[in-house]
């Protein structure tokens, strides 16, 4: 079974940047979209971005569009998200998240996630 395991969260004051890191298992995890999501205390999970199983196909949610990028190094078994520009309302645990197939905006499409790891934003 895929195994997803994230890291790279931290304390950061607002303007600065982090880079998380999730790395998999498995070797055919290539087979994989994985997508990034993000809860904070008392919202609902929502979806950040996602990477096509070949990285040729990216998505961000408008929030972070300009300030966050998404790349997969397959080599490695693991997939980034550079976080730039970093705001208090990015403040959240995220998580990776891998499902077969390309990239849906659906948080019940994805089968396998992390433990998570949190990000603050605060000065």
């Known amino acids: 079974q895929l195994q997803l395991v994230e890291s790279g969260g931290g304390l950061v004051q607002p303007g600065g940047s982090l880079r998380l890191s999730c790395v998999a298992s498995?070797?055919?995890?290539?087979?994989?979209?994985i997508g990034w999501f993000r809860q904070a205390p008392g919202k609902e999970r929502e979806g950040v971005s996602c990477?096509?199983?070949?990285?040729?196909?990216?998505y961000y949610t408008d929030s972070v569009k300009g300030r966050f990028t998404i790349s997969r190094d397959n080599a490695k078994n693991t997939v980034y998200l550079q976080l730039n520009s970093l705001k208090p309302e990015d403040t959240a645990v995220y998580y990776c998240?891998?499902?077969?197939?390309?990239?849906?905006?659906?948080?019940?499409?994805?089968?396998?996630w992390g433990q998570g790891t949190q990000v603050t934003v605060s000065s």
């Open positions: 998240a891998a499902r077969w197939g390309p990239c849906v905006s659906n948080v019940r499409s994805y089968a396998y």
């Open positions: 498995e070797f055919t995890w290539d087979y994989y979209a």
């Open positions: 990477i096509s199983l070949t990285g040729g196909a990216t």
